[in-house]
């Protein structure tokens, strides 16, 4: 059902405002991050493939037979003599480089065994010739070619250390003792260390990759791949991307070290789009893996259909995100990610300074990764557990998330142009039916106390959310309560559009761009604090005009009454507790509300004083106390439910005319006798001169 159905009486005004939003954010520059040809999604008919302990069909070793037997003389007996036995067989058939050995394979179903050593393939390193060098193909934004699959066969090493093109049922394994007994490194000098496009039924077993100018082991347009035991590190942007596939599975595997994130199953197989939340499989499994110090540790652009169970995400800026702010990625809106059992903690790196001090516009290789240098290659809020920037459908169960800075959990919604799509009809199609149930917050698995700076941020969009009960802080303060089963929510909210400040805090927050060193001013995500914060700012401008208009309404019209000099001091005190409360880290929600609620009041307060004399400014004021009690409710006490837009937009487009209706009326020459309160009748009556005053019109 859309919006514009669900709620057919929308006032224009408040779908004006919502306009106004979203031309803000159309200012913003385009995201941009993984850029590929266009592909199709599989057509499912594909499967897991399933490991072959069989022998291999063919051998990759270096030939420094001292060197090769001096990494295998701490291996278990058994295992060393495997090794000797097939370095003996690959010394007289062998290969010496992987890429070499993947060119050999003229069948499907054939098994590759790397031998302990270091491949940096050189082959592969050497500049392209010929047509390879003038391609022809657009250039991403971060200014290498879009090249089509017919350009990766034809130069397969313009990005590429290794190509796999079109091998099917392809099992790569390494045969030492751990995934650090063979490593392939691409030595910052190519895009991708191993590149499997196009290649069902592919199996990669205990190896590293890593040093890449963008990921090392990426997948593409796949139906049917396992990861298993893999080590991948020191990348640009991602150490596992697999892209527009179905039927995988990522098992016991590690990564560090990379500018995006560690673990990257983009464009999953969008099989689940229209369902509710019972679905009958997953495209992409993920289990088993640890992903630490990056920038953050799993990433789900378009993460549609991924289980995601028994993993660990910490030191990361963040535990893991999923989102629906890149173009260019099939399956947008994110949908139907699973979070279950995950070890989600101390999330709290800060890799921004590498940018702001230079050091990530160096070359990669003089970066420092290897020494702990990471460079974030987009915006995000360091010290957060889960990131949902724009998903549906997406269940987070049974998950220890602890030990965060800022937020356990964090929501908000991405407008549809953000990706590309400019129809009205979508751009609130994101951050509905995410389900937050059954999780430790704010404690380990032993039960001792790790908490969160608070355990959920919400944007305040969207319906259908819903979290469990007692999340230690949030903001809003209270949520709306998931039900017993899936799909049964309670006092559930149906947001159009999230809070205001909030949106502008991400708006702002979204200026960010790791090429140009440029970190956004005024968001607290890269330093700001106090009145460098766009919050801070915004509440000290509001601060500014109400305290101006206010008192000088107080001083012209309401000074005489008790009433009117009480509440305007009421509205003083709220002011400034609405200053102090936006210049908090976690923006809480106590000191915002009760400035909220001194607001009402004050309002409440001086519109009373006014009735006499400016009846309809009177009830103007009013009007607004009651929208800023409200929202104290709202944020404080329980989502005022079903509302297309929280009290807090409402109150904004109602303080407007108070403004400059306080404004006429306060500037207008003082009516001794009309502004004047009416004095009590004494024992004889009224005093002539006040029996005979005809009250001033309300004129302004």
């Not at 995000?380 to 998330?401: C, D, H, K, Q």
């Not at 929501?411 to 142009?417: I, M």
Request: charged share 20%; proline share 7%.
């Amino acid at each position: 059902m859309s919006w514009t159905r669900r709620f057919p009486a929308v006032p224009a005004a408040l779908l004006a405002a919502l306009l106004a939003l979203l031309s803000l954010f159309a200012a913003a520059p385009a995201a941009r991050a993984h850029e590929e040809r266009p592909v199709t999604l599989p057509d499912g008919s594909g499967s897991v493939p399933q490991y072959r302990p069989a022998e291999p069909d063919l051998l990759v070793c270096k030939t420094d037979r001292p060197a090769f037997e001096r990494r295998i003389s701490g291996f278990p007996e058994e295992l060393k003599q495997r090794n000797l036995a097939l370095y003996e067989r690959c010394e007289k058939s062998g290969y010496r480089h992987l890429q070499e050995a993947v060119d050999a394979v003229d069948r499907p179903g054939m098994n590759i065994a790397i031998l302990p050593g270091l491949y940096e393939e050189e082959p592969s390193l050497a500049k392209p010739t010929g047509e390879c060098t003038t391609l022809k193909a657009p250039n991403s934004s971060l200014g290498y070619q879009i090249l089509t699959y017919e350009q990766q066969r034809q130069c397969r090493h313009n990005q590429n250390l290794v190509a796999i093109l079109g091998k099917t049922d392809l099992q790569i394994e390494g045969t030492g003792a751990n995934r650090l007994d063979v490593v392939i490194d691409a030595k910052y000098q190519k895009l991708n260390a191993i590149r499997a496009d196009e290649s069902d039924g592919i199996y990669f077993r205990n190896f590293t990759a890593q040093r890449t100018t963008f990921n090392s082991l990426y997948v593409l347009a796949g139906d049917g791949f396992v990861i298993d035991d893999v080590l991948t590190r020191w990348n640009d942007e991602y150490g596992f991307l697999t892209f527009a596939s179905d039927h995988g599975l990522y098992k016991n595997c590690e990564s560090y070290g990379n500018g995006d994130s560690g673990i990257y199953p983009g464009s999953a197989s969008n099989i689940n789009d229209g369902r509710g939340y019972e679905v009958p499989r997953y495209s992409i499994e993920i289990t088993g893996c640890h992903s630490h110090h990056n920038m953050v540790g799993y990433s789900g652009t378009a993460g549609d259909s991924v289980w995601v169970h028994d993993n660990e995400f910490d030191q990361n800026m963040g535990g893991a995100s999923m989102d629906s702010a890149f173009p260019g990625h099939p399956g947008l809106p994110q949908n139907h990610a699973k979070f279950e059992r995950n070890l989600i903690h101390d999330n709290n790196a800060d890799y921004y300074g590498y940018v702001a001090d230079g050091t990530c516009a160096k070359p990669p290789i003089d970066r420092g990764y290897e020494q702990g240098v990471v460079c974030p290659q987009i915006s995000m809020p360091p010290g957060t557990g889960i990131i949902t920037a724009g998903g549906n459908w997406n269940l987070y169960e049974n998950n220890w998330v602890y030990g965060h800075r800022r937020a356990g959990f964090f929501l908000s919604a991405v407008p549809a142009f953000i990706r590309g799509e400019e129809q009205w009809s979508k751009q609130t199609d994101t951050s509905h039916h995410n389900r937050y149930a059954a999780n430790v917050l704010g404690k380990d698995k032993t039960g001792a106390s790790r908490p969160n700076g608070m355990d959920v941020w919400w944007d305040g969009q969207g319906r259908g959310n819903c979290w469990q009960s007692g999340p230690d802080g949030s903001s809003p303060g209270t949520l709306p309560q998931c039900g017993g089963h899936q799909g049964d929510v309670s006092g559930g909210s149906s947001r159009l559009v999230g809070e205001p400040v909030k949106l502008a805090q991400l708006l702002v927050c979204a200026d960010y761009s790791v090429q140009a060193r440029k970190l956004p001013a005024g968001c607290d995500w890269y330093g700001a604090r106090g009145l460098e914060r766009v919050e801070t700012q915004i509440a000290v401008a509001v601060a500014a005009v109400l305290l101006l208009v206010g008192g000088v309404l107080w001083w012209r019209r309401l000074r005489g009454s008790r009433l009117g000099t009480a509440a305007s001091l009421l509205g003083l005190a709220g002011l400034v507790l609405d200053v102090a409360g936006s210049t908090m880290p976690l923006g809480g929600t106590f000191v915002p509300a009760l400035a909220l609620l001194l607001m009402g009041l004050w309002w409440t307060g001086t519109g009373i004083a006014l009735r006499p004399t400016r009846p309809w400014l009177a009830r103007l004021t009013l009007l607004l106390a009651a929208l800023t009690l409200l929202d104290a409710i709202d944020k404080a006490v329980v989502m005022i439910p079903w509302t297309p837009l929280g009290p807090s937009w409402i109150r904004a487009l109602v303080a407007v005319p108070w403004v400059l209706w306080a404004t006429i009326a306060a500037s207008r020459p003082a009516d001794p006798a009309g502004d004047r309160p009416p004095a009590p009748a004494g024992p004889a009556g009224p005093r002539r001169a006040e029996a005979t005053t005809t009250p001033t019109p309300d004129a302004a």
